[in-house]
């Protein structure tokens, strides 16, 4: 608790800095193609047009690993300015030459691991006003697994198995808020993860679930996301929900809800965001 805790006044700092955007998100539900088509990492690519690209390992244990995994694969895809960004403690940020990783930045990737880890290490620090201002000025936001987790102003943590559809089997922490009104879920049919999303929205009604499956991703652009991938993508939609159990059951009571909306969309399929409803 102590981290959720550390999180949520890191993270308040940063909520407001990011009231105009300007740029495009591109957020995976992990496991994307490194070695294939590798259509959604060309697409993060197509967008930096040779501006560097900022990866950022701070979700992960292996992060000398993850970063060399990456290098050679943008390096594939003839992003040839690249940088590594990892810091263990928010205090190592001012150990590190932020003017020089981020000049001529026009890209940010977050790579996988653990979203605490991300929220707590650099939400609130100056590195978050290094990335809003490349994203204000219209660069590309990407993540994958944990770094899509954090886009949103909330995200989920636990609930991993099939006992996710209990009340209290997952808790929920601030995100960094690049998209709002949205709780964004990864590995979504892969480890079953309907559950968790699904008691995300009970408690926040007004906010759309938004799941994403391995090898898949949205791309968010003015109000609207278009799925880019192999597999799916599902939208939950709480506002007309008639009842929940979810405030007022035990821990490990079975949840329940009733009529809350779902779309399940597939490439090259495009979702109004303010209109709430997919376009044909």
Not at 184 to 202: K, P, T, Y
Not at 206 to 211: D, E, M, R, S, T
Request: proline share 2%; no cysteine; net charge neutral.
């Amino acid at each position: 608790m102590e981290s959720v805790k550390k999180t949520t006044k890191k993270a308040a700092r940063t909520h407001a800095k990011v009231a105009h955007p300007h740029g495009t998100l591109i957020i995976i539900g992990g496991k994307e193609d490194k070695s294939g088509e590798m259509k959604i990492l060309k697409e993060i690519a197509r967008r930096l047009e040779n501006g560097k690209l900022v990866i950022i390992t701070a979700a992960s244990e292996i992060p000398s690993e993850v970063w060399n995994d990456y290098e050679k694969v943008f390096k594939k895809l003839k992003v040839h300015n690249l940088e590594h960004l990892h810091v263990n403690q928010p205090d190592d940020v001012e150990k590190v030459n932020l003017e020089k990783v981020f000049h001529n930045a026009k890209g940010i990737f977050f790579t996988g691991g653990d979203q605490l880890k991300l929220t707590s290490k650099l939400g609130g620090t100056v590195v978050m006003d290094y990335i809003i201002e490349v994203f204000r000025a219209g660069g590309v936001l990407a993540g994958t697994s944990a770094g899509a987790a954090v886009m949103g102003e909330t995200m989920l943590v636990g609930g991993e198995n099939g006992e996710s559809h209990k009340v209290g089997n997952w808790m929920m922490a601030p995100g960094l808020r690049f998209v709002e009104n949205m709780i964004i879920d990864q590995h979504f049919a892969q480890r079953g993860r309907i559950g968790r999303l699904l008691g995300a929205v009970a408690l926040n009604p007004g906010i759309l679930g938004i799941g994403i499956d391995e090898g898949t991703a949205i791309v968010i652009e003015e109000n609207k996301f278009k799925i880019l991938g192999d597999n799916a993508v599902y939208v939950l939609d709480g506002r007309e929900v008639t009842y929940t159990n979810i405030s007022e059951a035990s821990a490990d009571q079975t949840m329940s809800i009733h009529d809350v909306k779902l779309h399940v969309l597939s490439e090259p399929e495009v979702f109004d965001l303010k209109a709430r409803t997919a376009l044909t």
